[in-house]
């Protein structure tokens, strides 16, 4: 069964033991990882501490070397990428993925959870079928005004929302987004962190970033990763005020300092 915890909710998402290894290096390193039901959980750790592997794993697409993901209660560890989809995973990568040649409705309605198959898929699209659901997506999203415009004219930020929505519109109960605020001016990353907690109130959310300020707008709990393991998790207070955490990665960030006696984040 699903773990409840003291707050009442459960674990949407367990990752047990888990150790990727590729030639001998261990991306992720005996790893337990847990989310709960309804949360934002932000994951930081400087370039090649395992964060996309930990998704890649999540997701089906890299098989762990031992260990396994439960995904409620459901193990995803030898399901195919597909698979996990329908079970409710979906999941948004740094470079948008969309269809550019077709207008911003036209991707929304492509991405809805019950459309099956191309033709299919595209017959529904001038049918009008789904228009309902893709225009309440539109409207989370702040594209509404542009729903009939090409994707491909839309700005940088644009796109990454649209793929947001074309992910919100396959209605997953878990969303992993890997850093969405990349080549983002400041104001379209303050509107990215408006949109993610926005969609945290209705899904669950994993969200990888590097961006300390925009971290700080968004998160509650972070989980910090170096050399496959957590180092650290706690709230943004406890984390940027972590000895070890500055010493490996919050350093480079030149709006934190360490304070050795605040370091009160449980170190693993």
Same mark, same amino acid.
Not at 14 to 43: M, P
Not at 120 to 142: D, H, M, Q, Y
Not at 180 to 206: D, N, Q, W
Not at 241 to 259: C, F, P, R, S
């Given at each position: 069964?699903?773990?409840?915890h003291a707050?009442?909710a459960?674990?949407?998402?367990?990752?047990e033991?888990?150790t990727?290894s590729?030639?001998?290096f261990?991306a992720?390193?005996d790893l337990?990882f847990?989310?709960?039901r309804?949360?934002?959980?932000?994951?930081?750790g400087p370039?090649g501490?395992?964060k996309s592997?930990? &998704?890649d /794993?999540?997701?089906?697409?890299?098989?762990? %070397?031992t260990g396994?993901v439960?995904?409620?209660?459901r193990e #995803?560890?030898r399901?195919r990428?597909q698979a996990i989809a329908r079970?409710g995973?979906?999941?948004?990568f740094?470079?948008?993925?969309?269809?550019?040649?077709?207008?911003?409705?036209?991707?929304?309605?492509?991405a809805?959870k019950?459309?099956?198959?191309?033709a299919?898929t595209?017959?529904?699209?001038?049918?009008?079928?789904g228009?309902s659901?893709?225009f309440?997506?539109?409207e989370?999203?702040?594209?509404?005004a542009?729903?009939h415009r090409?994707a491909?004219v839309?700005a940088?930020?644009e796109?990454q929302w649209?793929?947001?929505?074309?992910?919100?519109a396959q209605?997953?109960d878990l &969303?992993l /987004?890997?850093?969405?605020v990349a080549g983002? %001016?400041p104001?379209?990353?303050e509107?990215t962190?408006?949109? #993610?907690?926005?969609?945290?109130?209705?899904h669950?959310l994993?969200?990888?970033e590097?961006?300390?300020t925009?971290?700080r707008q968004?998160a509650t709990?972070?989980?910090?990763?170096?050399?496959g393991?957590?180092?650290c998790?706690?709230t943004?207070?406890?984390v940027?005020n972590?000895?070890?955490?500055?010493?490996?990665?919050?350093g480079?960030d030149?709006?934190?300092?360490?304070?050795?006696?605040?370091?009160?984040?449980?170190v693993?």
């Amino acid at each position: 069964m699903l773990e409840p915890h003291a707050n009442g909710a459960e674990d949407i998402l367990r990752v047990e033991k888990v150790t990727v290894s590729f030639s001998g290096f261990k991306a992720i390193d005996d790893l337990n990882f847990t989310v709960k039901r309804g949360e934002l959980r932000v994951v930081i750790g400087p370039n090649g501490a395992g964060k996309s592997t930990l &998704l890649d /794993v999540i997701t089906g697409k890299v098989r762990p %070397t031992t260990g396994r993901v439960l995904f409620r209660n459901r193990e #995803l560890t030898r399901m195919r990428e597909q698979a996990i989809a329908r079970l409710g995973i979906g999941r948004k990568f740094q470079t948008p993925n969309i269809f550019k040649s077709l207008t911003v409705l036209e991707n929304l309605m492509l991405a809805q959870k019950a459309m099956r198959g191309v033709a299919a898929t595209l017959t529904a699209v001038f049918a009008g079928n789904g228009k309902s659901r893709a225009f309440e997506v539109l409207e989370t999203i702040g594209l509404a005004a542009k729903a009939h415009r090409k994707a491909a004219v839309l700005a940088h930020g644009e796109k990454q929302w649209l793929e947001l929505g074309m992910v919100m519109a396959q209605d997953p109960d878990l &969303l992993l /987004v890997d850093e969405p605020v990349a080549g983002m %001016t400041p104001r379209e990353s303050e509107r990215t962190g408006e949109l #993610l907690m926005a969609m945290a109130r209705k899904h669950t959310l994993i969200v990888i970033e590097h961006d300390m300020t925009f971290v700080r707008q968004i998160a509650t709990m972070i989980t910090v990763l170096d050399e496959g393991k957590i180092l650290c998790e706690g709230t943004v207070n406890e984390v940027q005020n972590n000895a070890k955490v500055i010493e490996v990665y919050l350093g480079q960030d030149k709006g934190l300092h360490a304070d050795d006696s605040q370091a009160i984040c449980s170190v693993r």
